[in-house]
């Protein structure tokens, strides 16, 4: 089939190639990208074709723009041969073989003496897999990432960040597969984690038991705790150097009060970040079939609180998407039909991406900010009171999370 069970037993090894002279034989695609992670592990990358692309152009520290002859191995440690041309692919691993160099051919790795892995690196580990079948390899490396990412695989550094922290993790809407991946990696590194009813509590059955649990609420309105007690019980285990997660069900800021938790973090001077998630504003009709905006059916929906009289619109909180090549008009238009030009507003362009960047103003006043700021697509615009609530918070959002590496 693949060819597996004719898969040589070879000795896995680790090469410190820092400083050391590589040949790369080939100049493309396939060329640039095993040159690139020679580049990366330190080797002096000396790269021979005929024709170069511009990037290993750059990575090389020395290019011969001809064909492969067969002094061009001499003082390499290691040899790859990545051209798409097999006899010549086939010339240079004899030659290297004769030479004693291991050669590593991309066409077809048995054909080499050696044979590059799958790699992932991580948290000062290199995980290698390899086979006959590199597919399956790359497959195999890629679901270790990704279980490596969600806190499925125990690869926790022992290595504690000096401070406690608070992280505002939304957990979605219930199912334990509805949380973003970094939650999930906060929830596995946490040392202390309060959780709500609501929140996906499958997966506290996970945690190692030394991980503090604290429950905030068992049934609908009863709740063990109060907010104050809740915000107190964040603030003191962070205190005491623990990395707390505070898990939310659905999105932290929706109706979840995570804006008093920040705030109240904030004045202690507990760093705490806010990562978001998907709200039952938008999974439960999802889960039901039913699209919450429909072309021709619907191109707005509202969001209201059944605690208080959802009649009362004055401070309703409004979300407007795909806004921005007529933010002018639309500003207006609102103006027109009864908001305050003076109401808060925030443009938020490129949310969570490289790039991102907020900018705020009355709305009279956004389109203006926005063209001076030369923000275009794509972004979400705020207006509403809401968007001055938490003063002061803009640097404990998910954006500038760290990204773990701790
Ligand atoms: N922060 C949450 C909302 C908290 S208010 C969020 O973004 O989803 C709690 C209310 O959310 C519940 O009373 C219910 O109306 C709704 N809710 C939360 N999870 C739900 C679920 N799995 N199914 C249906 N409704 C849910």
């Known amino acids: ?23 790369v034989v080939g100049g493309g695609a396939v060329a640039t990208r095993r040159a690139s992670a020679l ?48 006899a010549v692919n086939t010339s240079v691993a004899s030659v290297a073989d004769e030479r004693r160099i291991w050669c590593v051919r991309a066409d077809d790795a048995a054909r080499g003496t050696a044979r590059t892995p799958a790699v992932l690196r991580r948290d000062g580990l290199t995980v290698a897999v390899a086979g006959a079948d590199p597919r ?25 960040p000096p401070h406690g922290s608070v992280a505002l993790v939304g957990g979605g809407p219930g199912d334990p597969e509805l949380i973003t991946v970094r939650g999930r990696r906060l929830v596995a590194a946490a040392d202390v984690v309060v959780v709500d009813r609501l929140a996906p509590r499958d997966l506290l059955g996970e945690l190692p038991d030394d991980v503090e649990i604290i ?6 309105h009863r709740h063990n705790l109060t907010q104050d007690e809740i915000n107190a019980v964040l603030i003191d285990r962070a205190r005491a150097g623990k990395r707390v997660v505070r ?15 920040l705030l109240a973090c904030v004045a202690a001077g507990v760093a705490v970040t806010v990562v978001p998630g998907i709200s039952s504003v938008l999974a439960a009709p999802v889960a039901a079939g039913i699209p919450l905006t429909h072309r021709g059916v619907a191109s707005r929906f509202t969001v209201a609180s059944g605690h208080q009289d959802p009649d009362g619109a004055g401070d309703d909180t409004l979300v407007l998407l795909m806004a ?19 109401t808060p507003a925030a443009a938020i362009h490129r ?37 001055d609530a938490l003063p002061g918070s803009a640097n404990a959002t998910s954006a500038d999370l760290p990204q773990q590496s701790e």
């Open 136 to 160: 399956r390899s790359v497959t195999l490396r890629d679901a270790i990432s990704v279980a490596l990412d969600v806190g499925d695989l125990p690869s926790r550094p022992n290595r504690r």
């Open 39 to 86: 580049a990366e592990a330190g080797a002096l990358v000396d790269v021979v074709a005929p024709r170069l692309s511009d990037e290993i152009r750059r990575i090389a520290i020395t290019v011969h723009e001809r064909g492969f002859v067969a002094d061009d191995v001499t003082g390499a440690w290691l040899v790859m041969a990545c051209t798409d041309d097999a």
């Open 215 to 220: 429950d905030c609420g068992k049934a609908a």
């Open 247 to 261: 898990l939310k069900g659905g999105d932290p800021f929706v109706f979840g009060r995570g804006g008093e938790e």
């Open 324 to 342: 921005m090549e007529r933010l002018d008009r639309v500003a207006a238009g609102l103006i027109e039909g009864g908001r305050d030009p003076g």
């Open 1 to 23: 089939m693949n060819g597996s069970q004719n898969e040589p037993v070879t000795l896995p090894l680790l090469l410190d190639l820092a400083g050391r002279r590589a040949l």
């Open 351 to 387: 949310a969570t991406l490289e790039g991102q960047q907020v900018v705020r103003a009355p709305l009279r006043e956004l389109a203006g900010a926005v063209r001076r700021a030369g923000l275009g697509a794509p972004a979400v615009v705020v207006v509403g009171a809401v968007v």
